[in-house]
Every structure is written in C-alpha cells, then in structure tokens.
C-alpha cells in the first residue's frame, strides 16, 4: 500500500489476480515468457537488524562494461532456437525491501530509500540485477533509521532480490 499502512494477503492475491494470474499462481498467456518484475515495499516481521562492524574488501567496483549494442530482452540476444518449454515460475524478479522477519523503515516525508534510490541511480544501459546490487550496496552502507527512539534508532536494513530470470534485462533510454 503506497500510504505505507498494513495489507493483508488476501488484498495481495487480488492484486495478482488482477494482472491475470488466477488462485493457483497460473499465468495468463500474456504474461508467458515475458518478465515479471515486482517492487515490493513491505515489512516482512518486525524484527530490527542492529548491524554489525566489518571491513568491507578493497574492491568497490560496482559498474562494469556496458553490453554490446542491441543486446538486451526482446533482442533476440542469448539462446535461441524452436519453440521450447519453460518452467511456469520463470521469469520472475521480486525486489523486497527487506528480509523475512525483519521490519521495513521508510522516511515520512522522503518515502522508501531503496524505491528513491532506484529512481536516482542512472541505471540507463545497465543490467537490473547489477543495478539492484548497487541498490542494496547503498542501503546496507548508508542507511541507519533515525526514529529519535534509542530503542529503534541506529538500524540497519538489507533489500533482498530473488530472481528467477532467464535472460539479462538491460533498461533503455
């Protein structure tokens, strides 16, 4: 819910239902073999993740080589071939702002970082999960809630990503 109150799971499933996947998860034809990505701005608990003090590694590339031009989903770029079967559970990406368990912190004014970030991070011409790492990459690092209540002030927050993609997605401009 964009106002940041609760959902129950019924309200979700009708959601679904509504872009044409019915109660047992099938997927309507339009949807097959076609990406399916969701953004989801949730709690998922309400656990707090305090953190914990590491020393990251020296590396802090995050930004590789932009793909050869014209590849990309609907490209024909990567295996190609006779009609085949695929998997119904394919071609899913889920972006959750946070574990199982664990709470989901949002700014009142600013809204969800991950979401703002997302937005803010020029991911023109890059692949998704390599923008999505760069994603969790800053909210991990940069992030730590601020309520004015010692008791939940000083948290931590790690979006999780499941992909169940079956080809690179790159965004164009």
């Keep these: 819910d964009p106002r940041g109150s609760d959902v129950d799971a019924s309200s979700i499933e009708n959601s679904f239902r509504r872009l044409g996947f019915d109660s047992t998860g099938t997927l309507a034809k339009l949807w097959l073999a076609k990406p399916k990505l969701f953004f989801i701005q949730a709690c ?3 656990n707090f993740d305090r953190g914990v003090e590491v020393t990251d590694g020296e590396d ?3 930004v590789g080589p932009l793909p050869p031009a014209g590849v990309g989903v609907g ?3 990567g295996i190609s071939g006779p009609r085949s079967r695929v998997p119904l559970e394919s071609d899913f990406f889920f972006f959750y702002s946070t574990p199982p368990g664990y709470f989901s912190w949002r700014n009142s004014h600013r809204g969800q970082l991950q979401l703002t970030l997302l937005l803010w991070i020029p991911g023109d011409r890059m692949e998704l999960q390599h923008l999505m790492l760069m994603v969790q990459r800053l909210v991990s690092s940069a992030y ?3 309520t004015g209540d010692p008791k939940s002030t000083g948290m931590k927050q790690m979006p999780v990503t499941v992909s169940q993609l079956r080809k690179l997605l790159y965004f164009r401009p």
């Design 44 to 46: 998922r608990g309400d």
């Design 144 to 146: 730590a809630s601020d």
């Design 60 to 62: 802090d590339t995050l």
């Design 75 to 77: 490209s024909g770029a």
